[in-house]
């Protein structure tokens, strides 16, 4: 089969074929060959190529023909190192030879020189793939020098290592997978004292351990070689000639490429020196870490960087903790522990201080403690420098002063309390030195003397006390201090308006050790105290003399009326006993009654003033309360029979009652109420009744005395015992009386414990009661009563001395006497009364006790001092018309027998001269 | 895969993160070889291992890793080694890719041990191609797009890759379309 080739596919198949006619001219080529030679068709063939093999030994056309089946190479004449490998072929119908060739490159750079690419050969054509080769072949090359080289590094390095092994100072070895010694060291022989022979075969544990070998330790070693791991710890191994030495072990296994222990290498260093040094250090530190564990404050060391290298067990008890704070920062620890991170950072600020000041610095810390309590912790930080000046260390402790500080803290609030209360104080307070000096002074006491707190200090108080009183200053007040550590009283000063303040003080010397002395005072201004006393005083006095003055005035008032008094009833008694016709009786009942009136008004105002003045006395005697109800209302009926009104007394009680208690004040009572029925009665009648109850040992009195008489209006009532008030001014003027008689009925009962009260309707009548307690009283030996006249026979002389100043008086009473039969003798005075008696013997001296010359207290005194004894104790009767003072009690003292207040009827005088007569007899 | 992958890998970790990563990757990886032959055929799983290990190692995707090991095959290796070889493949990035499966098949002659994919180009276009991956291998298609996006850079043309089908999604083969 003939096959013909289009000249596309000729190129495709053969892009660097080359066609030469017989004229071996180029008469074409392939799509190739121009990329590798400047070729122009027509141009010889051998212009630009040489045959280089096989050899052409003729250049025609036929010398061609005999490279068919050859393998030629070509070069390019041009270009000698391109070089073109192919073959020719004799295309006979187109006389012409076709080399098929195809560039011959040994590089693969070479297509790039050409500017050939993969693309200009034909796909069949397996030059790229031989460049491939040869590129796969360079590489090869290249990795195989890599290696090499990298073997040789590596060789170098084993063998260096080696070197190392074997000549190093440590120990080494090498085992089998059992531990026995395979390969040791110079160094090994050195340190154990055994050969290699010696030790081949063997364990290292069998011959160089020994009883103080740590068994811990040996047991570590056999465990990590058992199961093929690394090993790595300290080991008190045995010497040969038996002394044992310490190694720091290293070993690890050598594995085989599936990962198995096949050996075991081991390095030992010997550390004998450095574990003895070790022990010192150890030993060193472990004295300084307890020195430092047991020092009660918390201790911490920081490196450059604030890192914790050292903490004590105050500083953190959990050792965990402290172990883990190592190497951190207070940051860490405070973010660790979830404390408040700003406590850190001001940390962090003091210890950035110190690092640039070098210097300690101390501050002050507030921790929340786990109960939720502040912590006070005073930190003390100093840094540690090293030769450079540098700082190589921070060391800081801590001291809890929670305790301290509250009791700062408590000490501070007792300060304030103190500070206010010597400031606040209203007292006046101040200290001083023992000469006087002021060291402080209260804002009180700058203020009430009036001088600010500089003007005062440093000054002597003896400049703030009046001239008067500074010569006391010294020897009283400082002389007080000094002896007694305290002195207190009234200090005068001087504002500084000059004013005198008076100061109540009390000032107490303080000694304290390690203190000068000096004193602590206390004042108080009593100025206007002492103003307001010397007030009182004053009106005290002048209220005491105007009292008194009233009281003499009230007694000389009533001496002076009564003596007349005495007289005028005494004389008008005396006149009703002579003849007289109806109306000079009448009148004569009208003085004798106005006079009457005037006693009465004249006792009620004395009363009342004994009252007032609390100068009231009560009798103590048994009387028999019947008889004096009886007596008293009796005096009253003649008044009421003139009245034509029934005055009726009921008693419902036994009539022999004695009671102990002050019959006259009895009788003074129902004769005021009885008295005040009659006057306001007009019709009708009074009756008195009474009754006795008794209760826890005392017997009360209650009497009522009802009238049918005007009444009293109901909104008067409350008011009719007020002293001058009368139930209507009416009453006055119709009736008359000074408003004091119920005013004294009521104190008058009450005073002995009872009480007086009022029922009335006006227009109806009026009802008092009153109750009064008495005592039991004893049975009494019948005295007699004033209303009794029965003048015994029972004197000596029949012969009476009368010592009366009065005329009318000594008128008087020499006619009633004389009517009764006595001798009277009138002395004028005290020492005319003294004369009589001495001249005479009398049975009885009616001694007045106001008179000119001697009074009668006088002559009482001087009889009584008589030698002989008859006159000596001769009954003396006072007659006084002093009612006020009420001082019979004196009377009696002196030695008088009996006492008659003028004005006396004549009933009371004979009733006291027959009186102490019968105790005379007695 | 042929020790000259496996040493790629080596180099691009090496220059990248040094020494002590390699080591640290080849100690995950558990691959215990001190120097790669680069003729020399290893198991592949030797390069599934050192990928995974270097993607551990760097804190990155295992795919992330091959288009790196990809890229640097071709633009420091594949440069460095057979960079005329590589030049004569083309004049330009679609010269090349067209040229890619007739390449391949050389390299299976030529490397009677490796078992090298296979590539078809179809679609060509001016801009765009697509390129058939048939591999016996799982897991390389991203080992593929570093090698084209390096091959971009090679020929400083800018180019994309877009996986129109993939084993993973139960196509036959990966196909990229690649566009420059």
């Given at each position: 089969?003939?096959?013909s080739l289009?000249?596309?596919?000729?190129?495709?198949?053969?892009?660097f074929?080359?066609?030469?006619?017989?004229?071996?001219?180029?008469?074409?080529?392939?799509?190739?060959?121009?990329?590798?030679?400047h070729?122009t068709?027509?141009?010889?063939f051998?212009?630009?190529?040489?045959?280089h093999?096989?050899?052409?030994l003729?250049?025609?056309?036929?010398?061609?023909?005999?490279?068919?089946?050859?393998?030629?190479?070509?070069?390019?004449?041009?270009?000698?190192?391109?070089?073109?490998?192919?073959q020719?072929?004799?295309l006979e119908?187109?006389n012409?030879f076709?080399?098929?060739?195809?560039p011959?490159?040994?590089?693969?750079?070479?297509?790039?020189?050409?500017?050939?690419?993969?693309?200009d050969?034909?796909?069949?054509d397996?030059?790229?793939?031989?460049?491939?080769?040869?590129?796969?072949?360079?590489?090869?090359?290249?990795d195989?020098?890599?290696?090499?080289?990298?073997?040789?590094?590596?060789?170098?390095?084993?063998?260096?290592?080696?070197?190392?092994?074997?000549?190093?100072?440590n120990?080494?070895i090498?085992?089998d997978r059992?531990g026995?010694?395979?390969?040791?060291?110079?160094?090994?022989?050195?340190?154990?004292g055994?050969?290699?022979e010696?030790?081949?075969?063997?364990t290292?544990?069998?011959?160089?351990?020994?009883?103080?070998?740590?068994?811990?330790?040996?047991q570590?070693?056999?465990?990590?070689?058992?199961?093929g791991?690394?090993?790595?710890c300290?080991?008190?191994?045995y010497?040969?000639?038996?002394?044992?030495?310490?190694?720091?072990?290293?070993?690890?296994?050598?594995?085989?490429?599936?990962?198995?222990?096949?050996?075991?290498?081991?390095?030992?260093?010997?550390?004998?020196e450095?574990?003895i040094?070790?022990?010192?250090?150890?030993?060193?530190?472990?004295?300084?870490?307890?020195?430092?564990?047991?020092?009660?404050?918390?201790?911490?060391v920081?490196?450059?960087?604030?890192?914790?290298l050292f903490?004590?067990?105050?500083a953190?008890?959990?050792?965990?903790?402290?172990?883990w704070?190592?190497g951190?920062?207070?940051?860490?620890?405070?973010i660790?522990?979830?404390?408040?991170?700003?406590?850190?950072?001001?940390?962090?600020?003091?210890?950035?201080?110190?690092?640039?000041?070098?210097?300690l610095?101390?501050?002050?810390?507030?921790?929340?403690?786990?109960?939720g309590?502040?912590?006070?912790i005073?930190?003390?930080?100093y840094?540690v420098?090293?030769?450079?000046?540098?700082?190589k260390l921070?060391?800081?402790?801590g001291?809890?002063?929670?305790?301290?500080?509250?009791?700062?803290?408590?000490?501070?609030?007792?300060?304030?309390?103190?500070r206010?209360?010597?400031n606040?104080?209203?007292?006046?307070?101040?200290?001083?030195?023992?000469?006087?000096?002021l060291?402080?002074?209260?804002?009180?006491?700058c203020?009430?003397?009036?001088?600010?707190e500089?003007?005062?200090?440093?000054?002597?108080?003896?400049?703030?006390?009046?001239?008067?009183?500074k010569?006391?200053?010294?020897?009283i007040?400082?002389?007080?201090?000094?002896?007694e550590?305290?002195?207190?009283?009234?200090?005068?000063?001087?504002?500084?308006?000059?004013?005198?303040l008076?100061?109540?003080?009390?000032?107490?010397?303080?000694?304290?050790?390690?203190m000068?002395?000096?004193?602590?005072?206390?004042?108080?201004?009593?100025?206007?105290?002492?103003?307001?006393e010397n007030?009182?005083?004053l009106?005290?006095k002048?209220?005491?003399?105007?009292?008194?003055a009233?009281?003499?005035?009230?007694?000389?008032?009533?001496?002076?009326?009564?003596?007349?008094?005495?007289?005028?009833?005494g004389?008008?008694?005396?006149?009703?006993?002579?003849?007289?016709?109806?109306?000079?009786?009448?009148?004569?009942k009208?003085?004798?009654d106005?006079?009457?009136?005037?006693?009465?008004?004249?006792?009620d105002?004395?009363?009342?003033?004994?009252?007032?003045?609390g100068?009231?006395?009560?009798?103590?005697?048994?009387?028999?309360?019947?008889?004096?109800l009886?007596?008293?209302?009796?005096?009253?009926?003649?008044k009421?029979?003139?009245?034509?009104?029934?005055l009726?007394l009921?008693?419902?009680?036994?009539?022999?009652q004695i009671?102990?208690?002050?019959?006259?004040?009895l009788?003074?009572?129902?004769?005021?109420?009885?008295?005040?029925?009659?006057?306001?009665?007009?019709?009708?009648?009074?009756?008195?009744?009474?009754?006795?109850?008794?209760?826890e040992?005392?017997?009360?009195?209650?009497?009522?005395?009802t009238?049918?008489?005007?009444?009293?209006r109901?909104?008067?009532?409350?008011?009719?015992?007020?002293?001058?008030?009368?139930?209507?001014?009416?009453?006055?003027?119709?009736?008359g009386g000074?408003?004091?008689g119920l005013?004294?009925?009521?104190n008058?009962?009450?005073?002995?414990?009872?009480?007086?009260?009022?029922?009335?309707?006006?227009?109806?009548?009026?009802?008092?009661m009153f109750?009064?307690?008495y005592?039991?009283?004893?049975?009494?030996?019948?005295?007699?009563?004033?209303?009794?006249?029965?003048?015994?026979?029972?004197?000596?002389?029949?012969?009476?001395?009368?010592?009366?100043?009065?005329?009318v008086?000594?008128?008087?009473?020499?006619?009633?006497?004389?009517?009764k039969?006595?001798?009277?003798d009138?002395?004028?005075?005290?020492i005319?009364?003294?004369?009589?008696?001495?001249?005479?013997?009398?049975?009885?001296?009616?001694?007045?006790?106001?008179?000119?010359?001697?009074?009668?207290?006088?002559?009482t005194?001087e009889?009584?001092?008589?030698?002989?004894?008859?006159?000596?104790?001769?009954?003396?009767?006072?007659?006084?018309?002093?009612?006020?003072?009420?001082?019979?009690?004196?009377?009696f003292?002196?030695?008088?027998?009996?006492?008659?207040t003028?004005?006396f009827?004549?009933?009371?005088?004979?009733?006291?001269?027959?009186?102490?007569?019968?105790?005379?007899?007695d | 895969?042929?020790?000259?992958?496996?040493?790629?890998?080596e180099?691009?970790?090496?220059?990248g993160?040094?020494?002590?990563?390699?080591?640290?990757?080849?100690?995950?990886?558990?691959?215990?070889?001190d120097?790669?032959?680069?003729?020399?055929?290893?198991?592949?799983?030797?390069?599934?291992?050192?990928?995974?290990a270097?993607?551990?190692?760097l804190k990155?995707s295992?795919?992330?890793?091959?288009?790196?090991f990809g890229?640097?095959?071709?633009?420091?290796?594949g440069?460095?080694?057979?960079?005329d070889?590589?030049?004569?493949g083309?004049?330009?990035?679609?010269?090349?890719?067209?040229?890619?499966p007739t390449?391949?098949?050389?390299?299976?002659l030529?490397y009677?041990?490796?078992?090298?994919?296979?590539?078809?180009?179809?679609?060509?276009?001016s801009?765009?191609l697509?390129?058939?991956?048939?591999?016996?291998?799982?897991?390389?298609?991203?080992?593929?797009?570093?090698?084209?996006?390096?091959?971009?850079?090679?020929?400083n043309?800018p180019v994309?890759?877009?996986?129109?089908?993939?084993?993973?999604?139960?196509?036959?083969?990966e196909?990229f379309k690649?566009?420059?």
């Open positions: 089969m003939e096959i289009k000249t596309e596919q000729l190129n495709k198949l053969f892009p074929h080359i066609l030469v006619n017989e004229h071996l001219n180029v008469v074409g080529y392939g799509k190739s060959v121009l990329k590798l030679i070729l068709i027509g141009t010889p051998f212009n630009h190529f040489t045959i093999r096989p050899e052409l003729e250049f025609t056309f036929d010398g061609l023909r005999t490279l068919i089946d050859q393998l030629l190479i070509i070069n390019h004449n041009q270009n000698s190192k391109l070089l073109i490998r192919g020719v072929e004799l119908e187109a012409c076709m080399f098929i060739v195809s011959w490159f040994s590089d693969v750079e070479d297509l790039k020189k050409n500017n050939i690419g993969l693309k050969f034909a796909i069949h397996s030059s790229i793939d031989l460049l491939h080769s040869f590129k796969a072949q360079e590489v090869a090359n290249k195989a020098k890599e290696l090499f080289a990298k073997l040789q590094v590596q060789k170098s390095e084993l063998h260096r290592l080696s070197l190392i092994a074997k000549e190093t100072f120990s080494v090498v085992t059992n026995r010694i395979q390969w040791a060291n110079k160094a090994y022989e050195i340190l154990t055994y050969t290699i010696e030790s081949l075969g063997k290292p544990g069998s011959f160089l351990q020994g009883e103080l070998t740590d068994k811990a330790t040996v570590y070693l056999r465990e990590r070689i058992r199961a791991f690394s090993f790595d300290e080991l008190l191994n010497h040969k000639d038996g002394r044992h030495y310490w190694v720091r072990l290293s070993g690890q296994p050598i594995l085989d490429r599936q990962g198995n222990v096949v050996q075991f290498f081991a390095f030992e260093e010997d550390i004998t450095k574990r040094v070790q022990n010192k250090l150890d030993e060193q530190r472990h004295f300084f870490e307890d020195v430092l564990n047991n020092i009660p404050s918390d201790i911490a920081f490196d450059k960087e604030h890192r914790y903490l004590n067990p105050i953190i008890k959990n050792p965990e903790l402290r172990k704070m190592i951190k920062r207070d940051e860490d620890y405070f660790h522990t979830n404390k408040p991170i700003s406590i850190a950072k001001k940390r962090r600020e003091h210890f950035d201080s110190i690092l640039e000041s070098k210097k610095t101390i501050w002050e810390e507030e921790l929340i403690n786990k109960e309590k502040k912590d006070y005073i930190r003390n930080m840094p420098l090293d030769e450079q000046g540098d700082v921070v060391i800081g402790y001291v809890n002063i929670t305790e301290r500080k509250l009791i700062e803290q408590q000490l501070e609030r007792k300060e304030k309390s103190y206010d209360l010597f606040y104080s209203q007292a006046l307070i101040c200290t001083h030195d023992l000469e006087g000096n060291i402080t002074v209260n804002p009180a006491f203020e009430t003397i009036g001088y600010s500089l003007e005062v200090l440093g000054n002597n108080l003896m400049k703030f006390v009046p001239e008067n009183d010569e006391k200053f010294r020897p007040y400082l002389h007080n201090i000094l002896s550590e305290k002195a207190g009283g009234v200090f005068r000063v001087l504002h500084k308006n000059g004013n005198v008076f100061l109540l003080y009390q000032n107490y010397r303080v000694e304290e050790e390690g000068q002395p000096y004193v602590i005072g206390f004042s108080q201004d009593i100025t206007d105290r002492i103003k307001a007030d009182l005083l009106a005290k002048i209220t005491e003399e105007s009292a008194r009233k009281e003499i005035f009230l007694a000389n008032m009533s001496h002076e009326i009564r003596t007349p008094m005495h007289g005028i009833i004389i008008a008694d005396l006149l009703t006993r002579t003849k007289l016709d109806d109306e000079q009786e009448n009148y004569l009208l003085i004798i106005s006079a009457n009136n005037l006693v009465v008004i004249i006792n105002i004395l009363d009342i003033e004994k009252i007032g003045s100068k009231f006395e009560f009798e103590s005697l048994d009387f028999k309360i019947a008889e004096k009886k007596n008293t209302v009796q005096s009253f009926q003649y009421a029979k003139e009245k034509s009104i029934l009726e009921n008693c419902d009680f036994d009539i022999e009671v102990k208690g002050d019959p006259y004040r009788g003074q009572i129902l004769n005021n109420l009885i008295s005040n029925a009659l006057k306001f009665t007009a019709k009708g009648k009074i009756s008195v009744s009474s009754n006795i109850e008794e209760k040992g005392e017997l009360i009195i209650k009497c009522a005395v009238d049918t008489g005007i009444g009293i109901g909104d008067k009532l409350s008011v009719i015992f007020d002293p001058f008030v009368q139930a209507s001014s009416d009453t006055t003027r119709k009736y000074t408003g004091l005013s004294i009925c009521k008058l009962v009450e005073m002995q414990g009872g009480k007086l009260s009022v029922e009335s309707t006006e227009g109806v009548g009026t009802t008092f109750e009064i307690p005592q039991h009283g004893t049975p009494i030996i019948n005295q007699g009563n004033e209303d009794s006249i029965n003048i015994q026979a029972s004197y000596v002389y029949n012969r009476i001395l009368m010592a009366e100043d009065v005329e008086n000594q008128f008087l009473g020499r006619i009633i006497l004389e009517s039969g006595w001798q009277v009138i002395a004028n005075n005290g005319e009364a003294l004369e009589f008696l001495k001249q005479n013997d009398y049975d009885l001296i009616l001694m007045d006790i106001q008179m000119p010359e001697m009074d009668g207290i006088t002559a005194k009889i009584r001092l008589f030698p002989d004894l008859k006159k000596s104790t001769i009954p003396i009767v006072a007659l006084t018309a002093n009612a006020l003072v009420g001082n019979e009690q004196e009377y003292d002196i030695g008088m027998n009996a006492c008659l003028k004005p009827t004549e009933e009371k005088l004979f009733f006291a001269i027959n009186k102490v007569l019968i105790h005379t007899i | 895969m042929y020790g000259i992958v496996n040493k790629a890998i180099s691009l970790v090496i220059e993160f040094g020494e002590g990563k390699w080591e640290a990757i080849k100690e995950t990886s558990g691959v215990d070889i120097y790669f032959i680069s003729n020399e055929p290893y198991n592949d799983d030797i390069t599934y291992a050192l990928a995974i270097t993607a551990k190692e990155i295992v795919g992330d890793v091959l288009i790196a890229e640097y095959w071709i633009l420091k290796t440069k460095e080694r057979y960079g070889l590589l030049e004569a083309g004049d330009n990035l679609k010269e090349f890719l067209t040229n890619l390449f391949h098949n050389r390299i299976m030529m009677p041990k490796l078992t090298p994919p296979e590539f078809k180009v179809s679609h060509i276009e801009n765009s697509h390129l058939h991956y048939f591999s016996k291998r799982v897991g390389l298609k991203e080992f593929v797009r570093g090698l084209v996006q390096g091959l971009g850079k090679l020929y043309t994309q890759l877009e996986i129109i089908s993939d084993r993973d999604n139960g196509d036959h083969h196909t690649v566009s420059w």
